[in-house]
T-cell receptor, first 114, second 112 residues
Framework: NAGVTQTPKFQVLKTGQSMTLQCAQD?????MSWYRQDPGMGLRLIHYSVGAGITDQGEVPNGYNVSRSTTEDFPLRLLSAAPSQTSVYFCASSYSAGGITEAFFGQGTRLTVV | DAKTTQPNSMESNEEEPVHLPCNHS???????IHWYRQLPSQGPEYVIHGLTSNVNNRMASLAIAEDRKSSTLILHRATLRDAAVYYC?????????????FGKGTHLIIQP
C-alpha cells in the first residue's frame, strides 16, 4: 500500500517558470489537500478538494492552481514561479474532510525558486 | 477558530516517558483533539486523536482534561526515533474542509 505519493522530491525553478507538482493516493480517499511549509513554521493550506471535480481555496492560494479529474490524483500547478514560493510542499488525503479521520501525508516536494 | 498553545521545545531521555502538554482553552464541544508528528525531512504523521475520553493506541496515549481545555500526549517509553515536532490540532467533524491548522508545535529532543 503506497499511501500518498508525491513527485518530484526536489525541484529547482527559475523565476517565471511553471511546473506541476504531482500527488497520487491509492486509498480511495475523497478529501485531498495541498500544504506548504516554510522554514520553522507549521503547514499552511493552499488548496483542497472534497471529491473529483470539486476544488476550493485554502489559506494561501495565490499563484497556485489545482484540478481534480480523478479520485486518485490532485496535481498542484505553479503558474509563474516566484522566490516567495520556495518552500516544502505536502499533499495529504483523508477519508473525509473534517476532524474525525486521520490524514495521510506524502513525503513532500522541496522546491527552490531562484 | 479555537487555538492551541504548546511549548516550543522539550527534552527527554531515551527509554523514559514523555508528557507533551497542549492548552486549548477555547475548544468547542464538537472539536476533536488531534496529534500529529513530523520527523526530520518527513511529512506529518498521525499519532492519535480523541474527543472526551482518554485514548490509547500502539504509538501513544492521549489524556484529555475533564473540562477539555487541555490535553497531554504521552509517549510511554521514548526512543531516539521519537525525536520530532509534535503538533496538537483541533478539528471539527463533518464540515471543516479547510484542513488541519498547524501551529509551530513542540520540538521534542530525545537524549540517549
Amino acid at each position: 500500500n503506497a499511501g500518498v505519493t508525491q513527485t518530484p522530491k526536489f525541484q529547482v525553478l527559475k523565476t517565471g517558470q511553471s511546473m506541476t507538482l504531482q500527488c497520487a493516493q491509492d486509498m480511495n480517499h475523497e478529501y485531498m489537500s495541498w500544504y506548504r511549509q516554510d522554514p520553522g513554521m507549521g503547514l499552511r493550506l493552499i488548496h483542497y478538494s472534497v471529491g473529483a471535480g470539486i476544488t476550493d481555496q485554502g489559506e494561501v492560494p495565490n499563484g497556485y492552481n489545482v484540478s481534480r479529474s480523478t479520485t486518485e490524483d490532485f496535481p498542484l500547478r505553479l503558474l509563474s514561479a516566484a522566490p516567495s514560493q520556495t518552500s516544502v510542499y505536502f499533499c495529504a488525503s483523508s477519508y473525509s474532510a473534517g476532524g474525525i479521520t486521520e490524514a495521510f501525508f506524502g513525503q513532500g516536494t522541496r522546491l527552490t525558486v531562484v | 477558530d479555537a487555538k492551541t498553545t504548546q511549548p516550543n521545545s522539550m527534552e527527554s531521555n531515551e527509554e523514559e516517558p514523555v508528557h507533551l502538554p497542549c492548552n486549548h482553552s477555547t475548544i468547542s464541544g464538537t472539536d476533536y483533539i488531534h496529534w500529529y508528528r513530523q520527523l526530520p525531512s518527513q511529512g506529518p504523521e498521525y499519532v492519535i486523536h480523541g474527543l472526551t475520553s482518554n485514548v490509547n493506541n500502539r504509538m501513544a496515549s492521549l489524556a484529555i482534561a475533564e473540562d477539555r481545555k487541555s490535553s497531554t500526549l504521552i509517549l510511554h517509553r521514548a526512543t531516539l526515533r521519537d525525536a520530532a515536532v509534535y503538533y496538537c490540532i483541533l478539528s471539527k467533524p463533518g464540515g471543516g474542509a479547510d484542513g488541519l491548522t498547524f501551529g509551530k508545535g513542540t520540538h521534542l529532543i530525545i537524549q540517549p
